[in-house]
């Protein structure tokens, strides 16, 4: 396998050379358009060549590249959504590269229907399938519990993906648990972007400029996940002038700060910088505003998370960022565990095009530490960490409208972990990891046929695999109203969680890596790697219903064929003398399979002054332990979310916006009885028959009830008041849970105690934006 690694980084850095031979003997013109006022990229912006065939559209950068231009007088047209029109006249000579940075103008009137063309045109051109692009005014448009609107509550309402609850969910993609999940912030890798009240992210939602959230089939440049990717991008600092945000409400606080140390003027380089804080007091404010929550108790969930960011932004369009971040959670959990999390990072990339080339180069490194420890009332501690670098280098090559893009990855990190299981067996691991993989990736244009064919190599070098791993997306546009859309893949990944899929409640979010402990075989076949592995196949449609109304239908197959779980019922060691007993009641560790099956349905309709978003999903997911097959307790057979947004009054300074979601019941293992269980765990001369021991459950078959149908109603009502040109005042009126539907969290089997979700909550906010 060595060698085949060798030989494709050969083949792909051959084919890196014959690129740029190729389109260095032809003429080109590159550059980067940019906001005129802020020097923040347009995206996605049209740039054609009018009189020719020529023509593209700029990155998530800016950028552009039009190569194969044969010498004369030329005329560029730029255009973009809300942007006034650039049109220039350009030369090319001797075969040479034009360049330059063209910044655009916002346009004094928008017509409504020129977006919604826009998000037309984009969907012709991309491939985008398990796609969903999400920009901070989306995230806006959802009610916003606790009156600050983030991220991990517009994506429950993504089509594929399952939240547990409001208390300790966690994100379930399409049958894929959080570890399978990739989340990255410019490119660094977040180990978990969720706090333990499932409401709030890590993130500050007004300081993101983009995320891509893929719930499966995503293509070459990501790797090390066998589910789906979510990748987040913070924007630059204000490099005109000092500005920010302050917000405060029932729920917590927040301040932004952004602004310039090297003012930004068009064609000179800038430098700015932007920073973000936000904490919970829910602990104290739930008791005075919530005091009918655990009988006057209150929430106790605490957490804070601080961003930092420094921009260098050059006149040619070359960037430089440097960025951080410290989080953390607290919480303990009513009767049932403390629970706290601690992690930071430092990182920082690059974007440059070398003088003379239609190359963008971009890189990326970063180093981040996670640590997680639980204390259960009646069990053992555990504890887990996570540490380590993560590096990034790609060469992109901008073929017109077609795109060629190769890159190599390398991350190294430190996993250390301990856990008690429910019999007491102490499973400890410290492990070393490192991976390197190279990947490729073609875009091709063939007018209403979209191909994007992709290859990865990863290498693993703690198992000593290396997977390879081709990827496909495909899109076909039948007519200009009807699209169709394929997706296919082959995925690996090393880190384990330090939980299992059979938990009903999944509490501690830990890692392992490594060449674990686990069985030579698994149902009675010898296994050939160590690796976990899933391979996807995703098709669907895109119909414009009408001008307004889009609607998008997926079906999806993932096959997980295997993965890597640890054991909870390990009562041997695995040592000589117990070579007779089972390997599931001996190994650390267990191989499984599995699969997960379904569709998704998205109607989407944008008018000017309302906007609806509903989703269907429905799905299965089943495991297979070689002993018995089970529902992971993430498996919701129907979910439904209808989110509705209406601006009002004559400036559209009031909104109305509700969200109801409708989740059938998760599955969760019975009781069948009790009994008395005697503690001989420490000393078998324990006099057990002078002392009572305690309570002993008796379990029914794993997973095989389920929980009540999950239902809730959240409404926020919006009022702006504009003061001037960057003095706004907002207030937030939301309620969640509106007609306080009784959501079961947990079971408390030995207290025969029913916990629920949050009951309902009316929260009141202010932010002041100058």
């Known amino acids: 396998m060595t060698k085949v690694i060798k030989r494709l980084f050969f083949l792909i850095s051959l084919l890196f050379a014959f690129t740029s031979i190729v389109f260095a003997q032809t003429g080109a013109i590159k550059g980067f358009v940019l906001d005129k006022d802020n020097g923040e990229p347009c995206m996605f912006a049209n740039v054609s060549v009018p009189g020719t065939s020529f023509g593209a559209a700029t990155d998530e950068n800016g950028y552009f590249s039009i190569p194969k231009i044969p010498d004369g007088d030329y005329t560029i047209k730029i255009t973009y959504v809300s ?6 006249p350009f030369n090319i000579t001797n075969g040479k590269i034009a360049s330059k940075t063209y910044y655009m103008s916002k346009a004094a009137f928008v017509l409504g229907e020129t977006v919604v063309s826009a998000s037309r045109e984009e969907m ?16 806006k448009q959802l009610p916003s519990i606790g009156s600050e609107p983030d991220i991990a509550q517009y994506l429950q309402v993504v089509p594929g993906i399952t939240f547990t609850g409001d208390q300790g969910g966690q994100l379930y993609i399409r049958g894929g648990s959080s570890i399978q999940n990739l989340v990255l912030l410019d490119g660094m890798v977040v180990y978990n972007p969720f706090h333990s009240i499932g409401l709030f992210s890590v993130f500050d939602s007004d300081i993101i400029r983009n995320v891509d959230v893929y719930t499966g089939g995503f293509n070459s440049e990501y790797g090390g996940r066998i589910s789906s990717v979510m990748d987040i991008s913070m924007r630059d600092g204000n490099p005109n002038r000092f500005s920010g945000k302050v917000s405060g409400s029932t729920f917590g606080t927040k301040l932004m700060l952004e602004g310039p140390l090297v003012k930004f003027k068009e064609g000179k380089t800038s430098l700015s910088y932007i920073v973000s804080g936000k904490t919970s007091f829910l602990e104290q404010s739930s008791k005075v505003f919530y005091p009918y929550i655990n009988d006057g108790l209150g929430l106790p969930f605490n957490y804070t998370d601080i961003y930092g960011k420094l921009s260098l932004n050059s006149s040619d369009g070359s960037r430089v960022n440097v960025f951080g971040f410290k989080f953390n959670d607290d919480v303990s959990y009513q009767g049932l565990s403390n629970l706290g999390w601690d992690a930071y990072g430092l990182g920082a990339n690059f974007i440059v095009v070398p003088s003379g080339s239609t190359v963008m180069i971009k890189a990326n490194m970063s180093y981040s530490d996670y640590n997680i420890s639980l204390q259960s009332m009646d069990a053992f501690p555990s504890a887990s960490g996570i540490k380590g670098f993560n590096l990034g280098l790609d060469f992109l090559y901008f073929l017109g409208k077609n795109q060629f893009v190769w890159g190599i990855q390398t991350l190294g990190f430190n996993t250390d972990f301990e856990y008690y299981n429910s019999v007491g067996r102490l499973l400890q691991q410290e492990e070393n990891t490192t991976e390197l993989a190279t990947y490729f990736k073609y875009k091709l244009n063939l007018g209403n046929l979209l191909i994007e064919p992709g290859l990865r190599a990863h290498y693993y070098a703690s198992m000593g695999d290396v997977s390879i791993e081709p990827r496909l997306g495909i899109k076909y546009n039948i007519t200009e109203f009807l699209r169709f859309k394929f997706a296919a893949g082959i995925y690996s990944q090393d880190l384990v969680a330090a939980n299992s899929d059979k938990d009903v409640v999944n509490l501690f979010y830990g890692f392992l890596s490594g060449n674990l402990n686990t069985p030579d075989t698994f149902k009675g076949e010898e296994l050939t790697h160590r690796l976990q592995k899933s391979e996807h196949l995703i098709g669907g449609f895109e119909i414009d219903l009408t001008k307004k109304i889009d609607l998008n239908i997926e079906g999806y197959l993932k096959n997980f064929s295997q993965l890597t779980t640890i054991n909870r019922n390990k009562i041997y060691d695995d040592i000589p003398a117990n070579n007779k007993k089972p390997e599931y009641l001996k190994k650390d560790f267990l191989i499984e399979s599995g699969y997960a099956y379904g569709v998704d349905f998205l109607l989407k309709y944008d008018q000017d002054r309302l906007y609806i978003w509903f989703v269907y999903s429905l799905g299965w997911i089943k495991r297979d332990d070689g002993v018995s097959i089970y529902n992971p307790h993430y498996d919701r057979r129907h979910n439904v979310n209808l989110v509705t947004t209406y601006r009002m009054g004559k400036k559209q300074t009031w909104n109305l916006s509700a969200r109801w979601n409708l989740g059938s019941g998760f599955p969760f293992t019975q009781t069948a009885g009790f009994y008395e269980e005697t503690d ?20 029914g078959d794993l997973n095989a009830g389920r929980l009540p149908y999950y239902h809730r109603l959240d409404i926020t009502l919006n009022k702006v008041f504009t003061f001037s040109k960057y003095t706004i005042l907002e207030i937030n009126l939301s309620v969640t849970n509106v007609y306080n539907r009784q959501n079961i969290f947990y079971f408390d089997r030995v207290d025969y105690n029913r916990v629920d979700q949050l009951p309902i909550m009316p929260s009141l906010g202010l932010s002041l934006t100058f």
């Open 124 to 139: 012709r051109t991309q491939i985008r399938i398990s796609k969903v692009k999400v920009s901070p005014q989306q995230i």
């Open 83 to 88: 942007y006034d029109s650039i049109v220039e």
């Open 680 to 699: 001989l765990y420490n000393s078998l001369n324990h006099p057990y028959w002078s002392s009572n021991g305690s309570l002993g459950v008796i379990y």
